[in-house]
Structure formats: C-alpha cells, structure tokens
C-alpha cells in the first residue's frame, strides 16, 4: 500500500487545508526487480534477464541519440531542443542551445495510477522525512546544488543506516541518471541532519532521494525506507 499522512498547506491562507505526502516508500532497484521476475515463473534465468533489461536500455539510448521518440506501455520518451535562435539562419550553439530529454508516463502506468491502494498513517508512524536542504557554498535554499560542496538535508529519520544496496543519499537526473554519493562523502549523519558532499553532477534538475533503514535508537528497520524531496534541485550553468 502507498502510505501517506496529511500535513498543513503552506501554499493556501486557509489553516484547515492540508496535503498529503506519501511516506515510508520502498524503492526497487534493478536487482529486485529481476528477483521479482524471477518469482513470476516466467521460465527465464537471471542472465536471460539481465540481457533483455540492458538490450532494452541500449534500444532506448539509441534511439534517443539518433533523435526518435519511444513509445512504451510503460513510457514515452522525446527529445526536445531548448533555448533561443536568433533568426532563421542561426544553428544549434551548444553554448545557448541544449537538447532535453523529456519523459512520461505510458498508458500502463496512468492506469496503474488508478490502481494504488492507499493506506492513512499518523505522522508519528512515518519514516524519513526531508523537510529542507541548503547548499552551503551559496546558501540557497531547496533550490541550487554546487558540485563538489555541501549540502545539508535536514528532516526526521534520516540517520543512512543498513547495508541493503538501495540505502544511501541520490540524485536523480530529468533524464533517470541516477547518481549516488560515496558513502565517504557523507560528512555529517545524523537523525535529523545529514551532510553530504554534492557529486561533480552536470548542469541540470535533480531530484533528491535519501533510502534508510534506521528505525530509531540505533536500531534497523527490516524494509528500506524512502524519503524523496519535494522541491526539485538545480545545478546551474556557469557560461553567461
């Protein structure tokens, strides 16, 4: 079930309103999606499975890289040009033009959507939780990351404990790059504080991801929990 608690509105005047924020969310990586496929009895081994995710994942890169849209039952995926041409006769600048990928959900996932059993909770009963962050090189808040500086992640329930592949701190690229910081680079590791040094990440939006299992006092919780930020992340270009 997707487990959510209800919190005040901070972006309405009325006192009463609240909103939902989904907690305690198990995050699947590869590895348990494959043991997952693996129970369904579909008569393929592990290997054959690999094979096929990471053929797939090729496909895609590839077509993308070539300039054509792909279109899923899970995802469609297109590239997009950005930025502004002066004139008919201008050309693609690297330096004031980019290519974005944009991504979004297929038809099998917005059915999916509809699909998703709920489950209320108190707040007492959630588990890690980001409430702000603050990229100590400039001082912004829930806004700018600085490669190679800090940035503090302040919350509940975010002490990076277990040893479960999925545990630790990330950045989520636009374009589902997943870039994860060396547990060495957490600086700072706390309940309610975690600091971590920013990866040299490109120019662009992330999301940020923190998967835990501390349960408090010390103690492991049996499942990974997962506290995704709200407020998307940027790394902001240096050229003028």
Do not use: W
């Not at 050309?91 to 509809?114: P, T």
Request: with cysteine; aromatic share 4%; glycine share 8%.
């Amino acid at each position: 079930m997707l487990e959510y608690c209800l919190e005040r509105n901070e972006l309405t005047d009325n006192p009463d309103d609240m909103r939902a924020r989904t907690v305690n969310v198990i995050s699947l990586n590869q590895d348990e999606i494959i043991n997952r496929i693996l129970k369904i009895g579909a008569g393929l081994t592990r290997s054959d499975i690999v094979s096929v995710l990471e053929a797939e994942a090729q496909v895609v890169k590839d077509a993308l890289e070539d300039g054509e849209a792909v279109t899923t039952h899970l995802f469609n995926a297109f590239p997009s040009i950005q930025g502004v041409f002066t004139g008919a006769e201008d050309a693609f600048d690297s330096r004031r033009h980019s290519v974005k990928i944009h991504y979004a959900a297929g038809i099998g996932l917005r059915e999916a959507s509809g699909r998703v059993k709920l489950k209320k909770v108190l707040p007492g009963q959630t588990g890690a939780i980001i409430t702000a962050v603050t990229d100590v090189k400039t001082g912004s808040v829930n806004h700018l990351l600085t490669p190679g500086r800090t940035l503090r992640i302040y919350g509940g329930k975010l002490k990076v404990m277990g040893k479960d592949a999925s545990v630790g701190v990330f950045f989520i690229g636009a374009d589902g790059k997943t870039v994860k910081v060396e547990p060495s680079d957490i600086v700072e590791n706390k309940p309610t504080e975690v600091i971590v040094m920013i990866p040299e990440l490109e120019v662009g939006e992330y999301h940020l991801r923190l998967a835990t299992q501390f349960a408090g006092s010390g103690s492991l919780a049996k499942k990974v929990h997962t506290a995704d930020f709200a407020e998307p992340l940027t790394v902001p270009s240096t050229k003028e």
